[in-house]
């Protein structure tokens, strides 16, 4: 059985060390350990998989960042006028760079149409002191940047074999000893497209999701269950009707790394209970608890989600001002008379400023 330690220490009793195991023993034979949760299979291969994905694309990332402090050292600042230096157009001046051309018109031609910049603009931001030695080193970094990508399709595709509901051994999948196939896979699918309804919640943080916590959410009774488990949730730590600390505990790294994703992407997005909350914890508590309140939002909307298999219930961006009116009708009256003008309500359903 795999106990969490905290909560075999947290049960009274004799904890000296000689005596752990008969100890940790006696509790199990009695019932007063809980088992933690551990995931089928599936899905543990599934989060294997998915952990080696986001390994390589932080990898990936930071290839770029050198490659992009290589630029730097050569005075090419052509970050400044791309917006992604693996795109098409600073794919193509980039090779030409380590190919040996050092013009900066005919590095500017290589550009796209749909580029912003001007060919004047991306010509002034060629123009440095790329040398031999630039260029070996910026082949090193493509050269690795292109090695981290063939694996990360290769993943790509690995982990699509969880979701397609071919068979193993039929159709396009012909030969696949891996991914579990058939109705389970189908479902499979279809919980990830219902995970990615909830805002800021894309494909990929939907498999993440699926991935650390599993299709199933019987473990989590409820979700404010799942949302301490991931490491959301404020902590509780009282001693003598003092609270010492509400910070939330470490949890599912994995997890809450994806979770900052989604929280990051749903706080800006328009007109929606998600950026609604945001701005309105930002305004009292800050940037940082207010993510974390976005994240136990789409963590307990997951949990509704997988357990009834209904889509995500978009409560809108006026949720609160439609909950409280009279705390949004005070503000902006406030916010009128702090600028002079005078507010008059000749009946209930009117009112006059002047």
């Known amino acids: ?19 752990d195991c008969a100890w940790l023993a006696d509790l199990g034979a009695h019932g007063l350990l809980r088992a933690s949760f551990v995931p089928a299979a ?14 390589l694309r932080r990898l990936r990332g930071q290839e770029v960042q050198r490659l992009e402090k290589l630029l730097e050292d050569a005075a090419v600042k052509l970050s400044s006028v791309v917006s992604d230096l693996m795109g098409v157009s600073g794919r193509r001046m980039l090779d030409a760079l380590v190919r040996g051309e050092r013009d900066p018109e005919v590095l500017a031609a290589l550009g796209c149409k749909r580029l912003k910049a001007s060919p004047e603009v991306l010509a002034e931001a060629l123009t440095g002191r790329f040398t031999d030695h ?9 050269d690795l940047i292109d ?10 595709h690995r982990i699509e074999g969880y979701f397609r509901a071919d068979e193993p051994g039929g159709g396009e999948t012909q030969g696949r000893d891996w ?25 990929t943080v939907a498999e993440q999701i699926l991935a650390e916590t599993g299709p199933d959410m019987s473990p989590f009774a409820t979700p404010k269950r799942l949302a301490s488990w991931a490491g959301v949730a404020p902590g ?10 509400a910070k939330c505990r470490k949890g599912d790294t994995h997890l809450k790394g994806a979770l900052g994703v989604a929280a990051m992407s749903a706080a800006n997005t328009k007109d929606t209970f998600a950026s609604a909350r945001y701005k309105r914890i930002r305004s009292r508590r800050g940037h940082m608890k207010a993510l974390v309140a976005v994240e136990r939002h789409i963590i307990e909307a997951a949990w509704r989600i997988l357990s009834t298999g209904e889509p995500y219930l978009e409560l809108g961006g006026d949720y609160y001002l439609k909950r409280r009116p009279g705390t949004a009708i005070r503000k902006a009256i406030e916010q009128l008379q702090a600028v002079g003008y005078t507010v008059a309500f000749p009946n209930q359903a009117t009112a006059q400023v002047t």
């Open 236 to 245: 509780s730590n009282e001693s003598a009707g003092r609270v010492k600390s």
């Open 1 to 19: 059985m795999l106990v969490n330690a905290r909560q075999a220490r947290q049960i009274p009793g004799r904890k000296t060390d000689a005596a």
């Open 134 to 142: 630039h260029a070996y080193l910026a082949r090193l970094h493509l």
């Open 179 to 203: 991914g579990i196939g058939g109705a389970e896979a189908g479902e499979w699918a279809a919980k990830r497209d219902l995970l990615a309804t909830i805002p800021g919640v894309s494909k």
């Open 147 to 156: 090695a981290h990508a063939a694996k990360i399709a290769d993943l790509d």
């Open 42 to 55: 599936p899905v543990r291969e599934l989060k294997d998989l998915v952990r080696a994905r986001t390994t």
